[in-house]
């Protein structure tokens, strides 16, 4: 059974950095697909960034250059590296995964199977 636990949230201010952290047993499989979302009160659910098993990245336009997905296999690890951060980012953050071989167009939600509980980013100006 894949499970996906978030970690690593938390209030910070502009300008600062926050790692996340997502603990998942998915990476053992050959093929998977994992992304990062977001959603802020009132507003819909965000693609932030995707990974895909043979190494294909997604980043959304809004943080493509401050933020970095990345994964270890031995540590069963997810992570996403956010530097620079604005208060537009404040948002409830949640990995997600799927059992695909690559992953689809436009990191949507609707295409993930199993999602973490999430970890609150607040960042204030």
């Known amino acids: 059974q894949v499970q996906l636990v978030e970690s690593g949230g938390g209030s910070v201010r502009a300008g600062g950095s926050l790692r996340l952290t997502c603990a998942t047993s998915?990476?053992?499989?050959?093929?998977?697909?994992m992304g990062w979302f977001r959603q802020a009160p009132g507003k819909e659910r965000e693609g932030v960034a995707d990974?895909?098993?043979?190494?294909?990245?997604h980043y959304a336009d809004s943080v493509k250059g401050r933020f970095t997905i990345s994964r270890d296999r031995a540590k069963n690890a997810l992570y996403l590296e956010m530097n620079s951060l604005k208060p537009e980012d404040t948002a409830m953050y949640y990995c997600?995964?799927?059992?695909?071989?690559?992953?689809?167009?436009?990191?949507?939600?609707?295409?993930?199977?199993?999602w973490g509980q999430g970890t609150q980013v607040t960042v204030s100006s």
């Open positions: 998915i990476l053992k499989y050959s093929t998977y697909c």
């Open positions: 997600a995964a799927n059992r695909w071989y690559r992953c689809g167009p436009g990191i949507s939600s609707r295409d993930y199977s199993y």
């Open positions: 990974i895909a098993s043979d190494d294909m990245i």
